[in-house]
């Protein structure tokens, strides 16, 4: 199993390439990198663009690659067919590239300049009033494994694999490359998302910068973002236009926003002009953060209230008439396995939503576990709606914003689901 590898800022070389030893050419780095045959019939999906090859399919290897190696992957018949970052586990190689390149400096640049380009053109990046938002999106973006987020002049990057973890110089490099003299801080933050049996080491920790402002402005809003001890990034970046919708349907009602965190909802809420605001997590240090930010962008404010409880327990005891509920909890389901338990978990927690909600009120109900489908959720939804005997209207779908793109020959990076309800 492979341990920290030597050479951190190419990690295009093929594995015996040691620094200090003398140049080699694009050519021979290429033909000397590990490859993979896959079985006969194995190909089909990679024809079709799919990143991931599954352990399943390949036959035999020319080499022996260690994980986070890159590898030139073949169809049974001796055909390159792709370029990607070889991993211990079912998802044996990510695919970074279709075309026959090399994995390089080059190479880099292009797709986060891609994916920057894309960014400003969807109106999420280059404005003013706002510089929260995603910049790379795994799949989505073409660089499985890889998750950048944007705050202000500091970007948090986080690997989900040993590759580009042995990658991650070369990516800072092209973030400053493509982001200039805007990107103060790169914030590595992978030491819960990487491979634990990868014996890595690692530790999170700056890779360009350190002094950095933990303010960022998401549409005109301010908050902190605690990227040093916080879940994900250090903030839900995903949920930015759906906390827009909610803030269009808060005014004049008493919001619950549970399983709150950092209290985006919470925050956006008030500005919709909210009678009243809730805030509700189990952890004192999310009530902390969460009553920060309202401070920062309401100071001294009155109708906020924040409560640091299990969700559970607080929907069993609570009696205020609130008309207006967010259901935004972590993950059920990290994997297939655990479904079942999860659909029962977010039944009870909709059910008990729905038995407490004002009549005339509505719900705003999330699952963010990626082995959960649209229809699954929904299913479970309405059995919570029918347990609790009231009549529900969807007012709207919801789904990841575009920052955090679907690859059309990645079905599988769909993850966030939600529904908007109006309960009679």
Known sequence: MNKNKSSEHACHL???????????????????????????????????????????AIHHFNGQPQEGDIVRVYTSEGEWIATGHWQIGSIAVRVLTFD????????????IRVAYEMRVAIGVAGRDDNSTFRLIHGEGDQLPGLVVDIYGSTAVLQAHSVGIHQCRMDI????????????????????????????????????????????????????????LRGQKTGFFVDQRD???????YSRGRAVLNM????GGFS?????????????????????????????????????????????FRYLDHMDYPYDLIILDPPAFAKHKDALRNALKGYIRLNAKAFEKIKPGGILFTFSCSQAVSKEHFRTAVFSAAAAARRQVRILHQLHQPADHPINIYHPEGEYLKGLVLYVE
């Not at 093929?14 to 033909?31: C, F, L």
């Not at 759906?242 to 269009?248: A, D, G, I, K, T």
């Open 14 to 56: 093929p594995h015996s390439k040691m620094e200090g030893q003398e140049s080699t050419s694009p050519a021979a780095i290429e033909s000397s990198l590990p490859a993979v045959f896959l079985r006969r019939g194995k190909d089909e999906s990679l024809r079709r663009f799919h990143p991931w090859i599954f352990s399943g």
């Open 100 to 111: 026959d390149v090399p994995i390089d400096a080059a190479f880099w640049e292009h797709r």
């Open 172 to 227: 800072a490099a092209a973030l400053q490359a493509v982001l200039g003299s805007s990107l103060q801080n790169i914030f590595y933050k992978s030491e819960t998302t990487l491979p634990f049996k990868a014996g890595l080491g690692q530790s999170n920790g700056f890779l360009l910068g350190g002094d950095a402002d933990d303010i960022a402005v998401e549409n005109g809003l301010r908050f902190h973002i605690d990227w």
């Open 242 to 248: 759906n906390r827009s919708l909610l803030e269009h």
């Open 259 to 262: 399983f709150c965190y950092t």
């Open 267 to 311: 925050v956006y809420a008030m500005r919709g002009g909210a009678r009243l605001v809730h805030s509700v997590d189990s952890s004192a240090k999310a009530v902390d953060l969460v009553n920060a930010n309202v401070a920062l962008n309401f100071p001294g404010d009155p109708r906020h209230e924040a409560f640091a409880e299990d969700a």
